[in-house]
């Protein structure tokens, strides 16, 4: 058994069992890749993938448990790589952060530059996405930390902790009828046009079911992922805007107003999640202390100790 051999068969999975695209990704050929296949399969003695002629279309119920293997074998050589790195280069290195469009706008750029100031030499990417995208970045090992609200917590195989709590606020063009109402019910919002999160996101889905539980529709004109967005469809008079309350700048987003509306929805929390296997450089530990200043070095280091265990 070799581990070409493990790879050929994750990248497969990864390809959506289309060979011709994983040899591309492994830089091999693809006969090379059957032929890894069909020894890896003859030696373990079990057909890891159903076939439909000469075509893969998905796995066999060994080889699910085969994979499950696989990943983890995978994941272990990658920490091996990583510890190395850890030691030869405390450093330098690469640093992914996966995250909400809000987190990055909003919340990140302080972080980022006292990260930046600590680390020159670590290349820093951002990848941004709703948290069902930075869920899968964690799981595929394509970010080192995800920043999210709650679904990232809802993978088992994602370590998270708890950052801060948010709610929402509404805002609106200073003339708006909104502006001169002074309780804001559910049944208020609901009689204007409203621009909110694309409904992938979990905060949205949070709106979502308070308004279904009261049994009120809502007029959703519009959904998107950005708020910067939502707020650039408001100030066209198109709806009112439903968004975090961290997005609206009474500095920069003069033309409108906004008016708190947390006594209608239960409060969000947002999380900061990174896989249970993973090996945490020096680097990776130190970011999540700056994200979350308060939580003590102590207290991170014992919370962090405990990534392994599953609830």
């Known amino acids: 058994m070799k581990l070409q051999q493990l790879r050929c068969i994750f990248q497969i999975v990864q ?5 011709s695209k994983a040899s591309e990704t492994l830089n091999t050929s693809q006969p090379g890749v059957s032929k ?14 159903r076939r439909n002629g000469k075509r ?15 990943e983890a074998i995978l994941q272990e050589t990658k920490n091996i790589k990583v510890v190395s790195e850890e030691y030869a280069e405390k450093d330098q290195g690469t640093f992914t ?40 970045q964690i799981i595929k090992g394509e970010a080192d930390v995800g920043i999210a609200t709650e679904s990232i917590s809802l993978n088992e195989n994602i370590f998270t902790i708890p950052c801060y709590h948010w ?23 609901a009689s204007f046009p409203m621009i909110t999160y694309d409904y992938a996101f979990t905060g949205s889905t949070i709106v979502s079911e308070v308004f279904k539980n009261a049994n ?13 967005v939502i707020k650039t469809y408001v100030s066209l008079n198109m709806g009112i805007g439903l968004i975090a309350e961290m997005a609206y700048d009474p500095a920069n987003d003069l033309p409108l107003v906004s008016r708190d509306v947390s006594h209608l929805f239960p409060l969000s929390t947002t999380y900061i999640g990174i896989r249970r296997d993973n090996f945490l450089r020096k680097f990776t530990s ?12 102590k207290e991170l280091k014992k919370t962090l100790n405990t990534r392994h265990l599953k609830s």
Do not use: W
């Open 15 to 19: 390809s959506n069992f289309n060979i």
């Open 36 to 49: 890894q296949i069909k020894l890896l399969e003859r030696e373990i003695g079990i057909k890891i993938f």
């Open 56 to 70: 893969l279309t998905g796995l066999t119920e060994p080889g699910e448990t085969v994979l499950a293997s696989i």
């Open 97 to 136: 952060i996966a995250t909400t469009h809000t987190q990055a706008r909003y919340k990140l750029p302080k972080v980022v530059e006292e990260f930046v100031k600590k680390y020159p030499k670590i290349n820093l990417n951002i990848h941004q996405g709703n948290p069902s995208q930075v869920t899968d």
């Open 167 to 189: 709610n929402r606020c509404v805002v609106m063009p200073k003339d708006h009828p909104l502006t001169r109402i002074k309780h804001i019910s559910l049944e208020t919002l």
């Open 216 to 228: 009120i529709e809502p007029k959703v004109m519009l959904t998107a992922i950005d708020a910067d």
């Open 286 to 297: 130190d970011f999540i202390q700056l994200f979350i200043p308060q939580i003590s070095e």
